[in-house]
């Protein structure tokens, strides 16, 4: 499978239908132009825009200390985990059950262990079973 640099690990087009990601979940026209740039790895990232001369520094806009990778800036930035925990916790709540935070990431800012060890998280083919999804 082929991954673009700075891609999310494990993650391939074949995971998403389009047309229902841009129907379905983003109304605003703002919001849907960020969500087919992110999609479409068309998202300038510090790090390319640093590549190509456009700017000074490839640090991440948020944090400023490490390199602004699209991985980083959506995941493992210090500054963007306070939004994913409380997105993991709201879907854990409405769920039931305890998600995996990613599958190949572990937690937002770098720890793998967020659930510990002995916690047993659903499969991929069992989250669709969940009620709403």
């Not at 068309?42 to 991985?71: A, D, H, Q, V």
Request: glycine content about 8%.
């Amino acid at each position: 499978m082929y991954e673009a640099p700075g891609s999310i690990p494990g993650i391939s087009k074949d995971h998403f239908s389009f047309q229902n990601v841009f129907k379905q979940h983003v109304l605003e026209v703002r919001g849907k132009f960020i969500q087919y740039k992110i999609l479409h790895r068309y998202y300038w990232t510090p790090c390319r825009l640093f590549k190509i001369g456009l700017i000074n520094s490839s640090s991440c806009w948020k944090c400023k200390k490490e390199m602004g990778t699209f991985l980083h800036l959506i995941w493992e930035c210090p500054l963007v985990e306070p939004f994913w925990h409380s997105v993991l916790k709201f879907l854990e709540t409405w769920a039931g059950v305890a998600l995996p935070v990613s599958p190949q990431t572990g937690e937002p800012g770098g720890n793998p262990h967020r659930h510990g060890e002995n916690m047993q998280t659903p499969h991929r083919e069992d989250l669709w079973s969940l009620p709403g999804v």
